[in-house]
């Protein structure tokens, strides 16, 4: 690892990374967002919440084909898959699933949590054999950890959801490995922390950089508009000490999640921030407000493969110290359709 650093350097260079939350959608969207993924990772889990969701081996298997013939070969990007858990979640599927390397991870979404969850569980009950086997077969579980209950303010969704679902799901489930995907407050941060071993926790780019107030600086505005939405200030102070400080619970994830500018822009817009152009800018920067660059290679390359068992990236990126220079739209094949890409409010001074 490398010495802290006591200035800003003019490169940045760590092995290449990885994103632990990637959603790639499918078909136009696909073809348009992958590549901004592949160019900055080595391998993403990919999320299955498509329509109709990814359940299935073979629907898995094929999905991932389609996005390798998305992205250039010369990216050498590997997507890893993962299985979206409905009630009643086959073991047996979710065995077989691991044994042939197809899936890598399941994803518990509580139904209506976020974009195209409806078929998400609606009890731990409804997936404890499928939990049972992936215990067996080593395969951690991804979680969106917030409650549905409409009566639980927004803001309070996540903290309600460890009380209530994750403590005792970890307290029945003694073998399984889980991944607290996309914390956004001081609680989920030590719940982590609570259970070393055992729990990992992935942190967005968006999430570090603004806190719940820049949703409404000026007015509504949707492209910071996500789920987990943004907390307080003393939240996001809370995960970026988590991400810098060196913890190998904690890795990058960026849960980068494109909508199209029309389907966010509108009185009932979709949650979800598309940071995949610009997300290793973003960290950088953050790290270096930290000054914990020396720490930015763990998190994003070493501490999401030494958590799922696989190894660590030999190629390498290097980032430039200059004004960040990245795409304002991403634009969709096949229509006049274009996808604002997140910008903090602040300066970014990294580059590719």
Known sequence: ???????????????RPDDWHVHLRDGPMLAACAVHTARQ?????????????????????????????????????????????????????????????????????????TTNSAHGVTSMDAIARGLEAMEKAGMP????GEVTDPEVDIFDREAVFLDKV??????????????LEHITTREGVQFVEAHPGRLGG?????????????????????HFYCLPIAKREEHRLALRKA?????????????????TADTKECACGCAGVFNAPVAMQVYAQVFMEESALDKLEAFASLNGPRFYGLPANEARITLQARPLD???????????????????????GWSF
Request: aromatic share 6%; proline share 11%.
């Open 1 to 15: 690892m490398a010495p802290p650093l006591t200035q800003q350097p003019t490169t940045l260079s760590i092995r």
């Open 41 to 113: 990772f080595a391998r993403g889990i990919i999320m299955p919440n498509l329509v109709p969701p990814v359940t299935k081996v073979a629907e898995a298997a094929a999905y991932r084909e389609r996005i390798r013939r998305a992205v250039p070969a010369e990216l050498e990007f590997e997507p890893l898959m993962t299985c979206y858990l409905t009630d009643g979640a086959d073991p047996a599927e979710l065995a077989r699933g691991k044994e042939e390397g197809v899936w890598v991870a399941s994803k518990l979404y509580p139904a209506h949590a």
């Open 141 to 144: 579980l991804l979680v969106h």
């Open 166 to 179: 994750l403590a005792p799901l970890i307290k029945r489930h003694q073998g399984l490995k889980i991944v």
């Open 202 to 222: 992935t942190i967005t780019p968006h999430h570090l950089s603004y806190n719940r107030n820049a949703l409404f600086k000026g007015g509504i505005r949707p």
């Open 243 to 259: 991400a810098t400080s060196g913890s190998p619970q904690f890795f990058l994830g960026t849960d980068t999640a494109p909508h």
């Open 326 to 348: 990245a795409p304002e739209r991403v634009e969709v094949p096949g229509g006049n359709k274009s996808i604002v890409v997140f910008r903090p409010d602040t300066p970014v």
